[in-house]
Every structure is written in C-alpha cells, then in structure tokens.
C-alpha cells in the first residue's frame, strides 16, 4: 500500500457515494452519513513538548529511513546538501467515521500519508529537507459537518502540529531559511501556524515561502493575519502562494458556497471576496499561461506504483474569483472531485513549476539575506 503512487481519498468518495446519479441527488448526504463519526468527540491529552524530538513521531525527516518525502520521478533527485528546511503539514489520510481523530499508530492512515508526500512534498526535496509531521489528523467526515465536535477533532489537530513545529525549530536551528506548505487539512492548519507562530514574530524573517494550497484564503479577510503578503512575482521570496484547481467547465459551488457562508481572520464576512490566486506556472498572482509553461505533471503509472512527468500538458489561468482554471479536464486518473475539483492534484498538476518556484524563492532569499543582517 505504502509503495503505490495513488491518490486515494477521491476514490474512497467515489466508492461510498456508489455512482453519478446517487451523487446528483444525495451526494451531500450520503458522504455525511457515510463519513461523519457517529460518536461523541473524546478529549485527549495534548503531546508531550518533547513528544517530536522523537523521530517515529515523523512521516518525513532528513534522518529517517524510507523517507516519502525524498521520492522523485525519473530524471529528478533530491539535492544533496539542501539548504532550506520544509516544514510540510500533509492533507487528511485518516477517512474512518469510529473516531473523530486519526490515532497516530494508524498504519493505513500513514501509509496513505507517504503516498500524499511522494506527490506532494517531493516538489520541495531540492530546495529543502523535508520535515513532516504524524498527527492525529480530523477525520475526513469532519469537514461535512458543522457540529461542534468538528472543530474540537481540528483543534486537537493543530495541537499536533502545533508542538511538531516547535521540535521542528529546535532541530533546524535559528538561522536556517524556511519553506512552509501544506494541502487541504494540512494547509488550513498552516493558516493557524502562520498566525499565531509567525505573523509579526522575527520568525517570519526565515520564510523563504508559504504554500497554502487546496484551502481557500481571502485576499480581503484573511491575508494579512498570515504576516505575508500574497506572491506578486516568480522570485519573490517572504510571500504566500495558494491555489485551488479545477478543469473546465468548472463547478466550485461546494466550495464556494460554503466559503460564502463563514467569516474571514479579521471577523468580515468572506462573502464573494477574492480567494488568492497563484498561478504556480508563472508564479504571480492573477497571471494565465499555456500549457506550454508547464514544466512538467505527475502522470501515475498504468499499475499505480510510480509516476512520471509529462511536460507541456496542462495550462492555467486565475479567474476573478481566484480559482485556478487547467481548461479541458486532463486524464490524470478516476480520482477528480464532483464539479471537475482537481484538488487531489492541486500540487501533481505542477510538480516541476513548484519545485522552480521554491528553488527561485530560495535563490532569492539567499542573495538578499547578507543586506537583512546589515
């Protein structure tokens, strides 16, 4: 399980929605049902602050074996004195409805982890060592619900990452430039670990780069809690990269309508404003490229055990709403979201252009570090 290159969580939908048409009608309901805990949220104790130091509390570290995190298809490695440290929250693994939060020992839970970093956090294994943390991730059911027990299973969560990430600035030490990313679940926690760990703190001198991508981020209410600006320019180091992928005709409605209905960092309602939008070909905000820009996506085998890349298929574009548009619907697998919602493959669609991004981004730190210590 662990070796197979398969995005899975789609695919699980898919088999308990059991079909298009029960979709159409129930989707929405039947995902509840079949994915929502049935049982009360249980307190658990938070981590020991010294729970990280321990390496099996990791899926991805320098110092590991089998590290995911360092996977690359053919014609790629991982460089072999990294210069930056990544810290890489990854999305939801964790799809049983028994408890509200993964156990940390899940072994199916963390096999469906590495095979999430091998194509996601692999992108930064050339700019960076690849840290990423087990936690006891929210079960997929809680994002389908707004009971109450949904944040607590989050909160939990974030306290995982919470403590992973002061372990992770124990390690690094207190000079070496950071690259901070997440998908889904893992990005909406790294909006938390951005404000309340790196926004107006020295720290945020150290951030080569955010990728908070797969969570919506309003320009209008939420961007400025994070303490970075949104990416303006391909070598644009201390900035924030977010996108959300769909092919066209696009059907964000699942996403956007609940979007409309929350409110924003600052307390505004996020109602119809833009969502930031990175274009990861060109690496600028709003921006539109061809296919052609594109250095190359993550294409699974026929027997789902690796990967390969395929340049120069796949074009996107921000659209004044701020979701990112790869045109006609690529055949990346079964495992695309209703609506044609590539979230799956928000970071494969662009493997090689964020794998640039981030060594552009470091160059660029690198060269203006020796003027921030004058």
């Not at 810290?87 to 072994?107: C, E, K, Q, V």
């Not at 495992?335 to 928000?346: I, M, R, T």
């Not at 669609?349 to 210590?373: E, H, I, S």
Request: proline share 9%; charged share 15%; glycine share 8%.
């Amino acid at each position: 399980m662990a070796r197979r290159f398969l995005y899975v969580i789609a695919l699980l939908i898919v088999l308990v929605i059991g079909g298009a048409l029960a979709y159409r009608l129930y989707g929405p309901q039947l995902m509840r049902m079949a994915l929502v805990p049935s049982e009360a949220f249980r307190p658990q104790p938070g981590v020991a602050a010294a729970a990280y130091d321990d390496p099996r509390m990791w899926i991805a570290r320098p110092d590991i074996a089998n590290n995911p995190a360092r996977w690359t298809p053919p014609g790629y490695q991982p460089a072999a004195k990294p210069v930056a440290a990544v810290f890489f929250i990854h999305p939801t693994s964790y799809i049983g409805r028994d408890h509200w939060n993964a156990a940390l020992d899940d072994a199916e839970t963390n096999a469906r982890a590495a095979i999430f970093l091998r194509g996601q956090a692999s992108a930064f294994n050339d700019a960076g060592d690849v840290w990423s943390p087990r936690y006891r991730q929210a079960t997929f059911g809680a994002f389908l619900t707004s009971v109450a027990d949904a944040n607590r299973a989050l909160d939990l969560a974030y306290g995982d990452v919470s403590a992973a990430f002061d372990a992770f600035l124990r390690e690094i030490g207190p000079t070496r430039p950071i690259i901070l990313a997440g998908h889904s679940q893992g990005a909406l926690h790294l909006t938390r670990l951005l404000r309340e760990k790196v926004a107006g703190t020295p720290l945020a001198r150290r951030i080569v780069a955010a990728y908070v991508v797969g969570w919506p981020v309003s320009a209008a209410t939420d961007l400025a809690a994070l303490g970075l600006p949104a990416c303006t320019a391909p070598d644009q180091p201390g900035c924030l990269l977010s996108w959300e992928s769909f092919a066209e005709p696009a059907d964000p409605s699942l996403i956007v309508d609940t979007y409309n209905q929350t409110r924003g960092f600052d307390g505004r309602p996020r109602k119809d404003t833009a969502m930031v939008c990175t274009n990861p070909l060109t690496g600028s905000a709003g921006a539109a490229a061809p296919a052609t820009a594109n250095l190359g996506t993550l294409y699974p085998s026929a027997d789902l055990a690796t990967a390969m890349i395929r340049p120069g298929t796949v074009p996107a574009r921000c659209d004044p709403r701020g979701l990112l548009l790869i045109g006609a619907a690529p055949d990346l697998g079964n495992y695309v979201l209703p609506g044609n919602n590539y979230h799956v493959y928000d970071y494969s669609l662009f493997w090689a252009n964020v794998r640039a991004d981030a060594g552009r981004r470091l160059a660029a730190f690198t060269a203006a570090a020796p003027r921030k210590r004058r």
